[in-house]
């Protein structure tokens, strides 16, 4: 049985900017199919068993997008499989949480830090760190963000050190309104004891490689391995992305839809069943990021592309996608037809796809179709080539922040120096046509050359003394109005 679907036509084929395969007849090639910005600026959902080529699918997309868009992008993994990309991709940064990056959870940067001392509890909450069951739960809340607000309000509590110290000093102050707070803080701390003094310290230090204000203004991989080998779990990778989430939903917000210009930003979620499983929401607040960001950022510039082995992820998350995609799959087949477009009759389809092929549907093509894509050989790159490549491209991006911060001050000088040679010039030109003299009784007489163009001037624009009496004031009007405008 062969699959036989209805393919786009060459012209509509050619509409978009990123080449992501060829269109397939069989197993005979037709031409190469350019996905188009509009279509990806309403997200992208990538399905399909281990091994059918998920993966090679987006580090062919990464490779061909980069090309011709300057975009930057967050790619969350776990297993590795995209490191190769730094030598395929310009000023692409790899970082591990714990090792050469972290990030300091009580720094709530422009958000309001009363407001992002209960997002960390939600966040805390949501994976499972505190418990609902537990009978001082509505307690601890309210003992745990009034905590946090206090010291995410003061630059110099933002520390795991200034957090103990609050808790002491709260203790002293609230002993005697609270019931059981020493009980309480007790619990909360042996909860929270992970991070602050466990294995998981080094993920929220506060040191870090990239900082998280510059995260989402580079092209960025996030290795969660990092997390596992430090002994952390997986609840500790989905705090710490819930987290960095937080911090890229908060930009988002404070730029909001002003003068939308398309996609600025791109996330990319490998294993999203890990992070967006189907049924978590109802339990708690763990996915309500990656949710929100496909329901609510898509007018902020914000690309959502989640992959998974299955279509088991949020159903938010699956409705809200201009690009669908499936590769090899088993099982829930009906849910993937409704998602592509696809007759159930078809179904089968998804079973017969080989390694490499995959049926995909795109906003502006009606019926989805099948399409190859290219094999990405992988080169094998080192540790300390990563740190050293790391290393070079912030340093590279440093040097021209810093060139972009210059360019106003050497401006401003260049200006200030025209103005006064301007200045000096038509002074010069005023006391030659109103000779007077000097304390040696010698008279003031211009160059030859500036004296020709001066006496042309002159002879094209009769002014009397007044006017130039009044020309020192003018320069100095003129020059502090410019300024000014600056």
Not at 43 to 64: A, D, R, V, Y
Not at 329 to 345: A, F, G, V
Not at 426 to 450: F, M, R
Request: glycine fraction near 4%; charge should be positive; include cysteine.
């Amino acid at each position: 049985m062969e699959i036989n679907l209805e393919n786009p036509s060459f012209r509509v084929s050619k509409e978009g900017s990123i080449r992501i395969g060829r269109i397939m007849r069989g197993d005979s090639q037709k031409y190469s199919f350019f996905l188009s910005i509009k279509d990806l600026e309403k997200h992208m959902f990538i399905c399909g068993s281990t091994g059918t080529g998920k993966s090679n699918f987006m580090q062919n997309f990464l490779i061909n997008f980069t090309k011709y868009h300057e975009k930057p992008f967050f790619l969350v993994e776990f297993k590795g499989e995209y490191h190769f990309l730094q030598d395929k991709l310009k000023d692409l940064i790899i970082l591990w949480p714990g090792e050469n990056f972290s990030i300091n959870i009580f720094d709530p940067l422009d958000a309001n830090p009363k407001i992002h001392a209960e997002r960390i509890f939600d966040i805390l909450k949501s994976g499972q760190f505190l418990d609902d069951s537990a009978e001082y739960s509505p307690q601890m809340e309210r003992v745990l963000i009034e905590i946090l607000t206090i010291v995410c309000e003061n630059k110099d509590l933002q520390s795991w050190e200034g957090f103990e110290r609050k808790c002491k000093d709260y203790l002293d102050k609230k002993k005697n309104e609270i019931p059981m707070l020493k009980q309480t803080l007790i619990s909360l701390k042996n909860r929270i004891r992970r991070f602050s003094i466990g294995p998981m310290k080094a993920i929220f230090d506060t040191d870090s490689t990239l900082s998280i204000s510059k995260l989402f203004n580079q092209k960025v991989i996030l290795d969660l391995s990092s997390i596992i080998r430090l002994g952390g779990e997986k609840e500790d990778a989905l705090f710490f992305l819930n987290m960095v989430l937080k911090y890229l939903w908060d930009r988002n917000l404070s730029k909001g839809a002003n003068n939308y210009e398309g996609i600025n930003h791109i996330t990319i979620i490998e294993d999203a069943q890990y992070f967006a499983p189907q049924d978590i929401s109802k339990k708690t607040k763990l996915t309500s990021y990656l949710e929100d960001i496909a329901l609510l950022q898509r007018g902020t510039g914000e690309c959502l592309i989640t992959i998974a082995t299955r279509p088991n992820i949020s159903k938010e998350i699956l409705a809200n996608n201009g690009v669908v995609l499936t590769f090899k799959n088993h099982i829930e087949k009906d849910i993937m037809c409704e998602l592509l477009n696809l007759n159930l009759e078809k179904k089968n389809y998804l079973s017969m796809l080989e390694e490499g092929y995959c049926i995909i549907r795109v906003n502006s093509i009606k019926e989805p179709f099948l399409l190859g894509v290219p094999y990405i050989k992988r080169n094998t790159i080192t540790v300390s080539d990563i740190t050293r490549k790391n290393q070079e491209i912030l340093e590279n991006s440093q040097t021209i922040l810093d060139s972009k911060t210059e360019i106003p001050y050497k401006s401003k000088k260049i200006n200030k120096k025209a103005f006064a040679d301007i200045k000096k010039s038509i002074l010069k030109y005023s006391v030659s046509s109103n000779p007077s003299k000097n304390k040696k009784n010698h008279v003031l007489e211009p160059d030859n050359e500036e004296g020709e163009d001066f006496l042309l001037l002159n002879k094209n624009n009769s002014s009397n003394k007044k006017d130039y009496d009044n020309f020192n004031a003018f320069i100095n009007k003129l020059y502090n109005e410019q300024e000014k405008n600056k």
